[in-house]
């Protein structure tokens, strides 16, 4: 959710607005006129909603800049500085962002020229992942093939204090060929992998680590990372 103040808006972040809220000629209309017609409609809607009393209808909590009930097929002005992204970039690259200790969210985009040149030099080709692991005992290394229509992977990695980078590679026959790489990205260390002793001995902590990873049925969401936690508290717990 979004609090907007409404007199800090720029005359074109208010045409945008005014535009979703199906306020007619806005574009017509100054900045001090935008601002009076779009309390009106806020002051008219709280005073409809119950329990709410004095509110501020200069500052609104919506899900964007305005809570859109025009016609969908209606065409408005562009929010200011925001543009749609693109399907397809124009540059081959790749990149990667921890999701947790065991999990990175990997991204990627093969230009169209660039695929074009592959199709014609090699014909038929693979495309594969190439994850480099580099950890307290070395460095490990495995690939994961991807489609052309691929764009996006999570890929597991192993718990250490270690680094990874990711690499987008071309394989033809027994030869590989570097397309892009990612930066190199620290790898998350899980504190309570090891230190399992610190959950059973205080009940704020182990109450504060299982708030985030429990539904709202009281069950524990799956994952390795957790298992291998519970484990791990479990023979701590068995030898007090």
Known sequence: MVLIKIDSLSQKELEYIA????????DTLSRDELIEV???IYEDEDSDTPNVTGENVNKRYVAGLSDYRGDVDENVPSLPGVEDLPLLYPETSVHILSKN????YCYWSVAPSDLDQYDQKFGQYELLLSVN?????GIEKYEIEIGREDS?????????N????????LRKGDA??????SETLPLVDCYWLNNPVRIP????????FLAPITNRDGYLIPSEIVEEIINNVSKEVEKI
């Open 101 to 104: 200790a065991s999990w990175l």
């Open 176 to 181: 590989a060929y570097l397309l892009a790489e």
């Open 133 to 137: 692991v580099t950890g307290n005992t």
């Open 38 to 40: 779009l309390k009106d």
């Open 19 to 26: 535009g979703q809220e199906g306020i007619e000629d806005f």
């Open 152 to 160: 996006e992977w999570n890929i597991n990695v192993p718990h250490t």
């Open 201 to 208: 001995a205080d009940e704020g902590i182990f109450r504060r």
């Open 162 to 169: 270690g680094s990874v980078k990711v690499c987008l590679m």
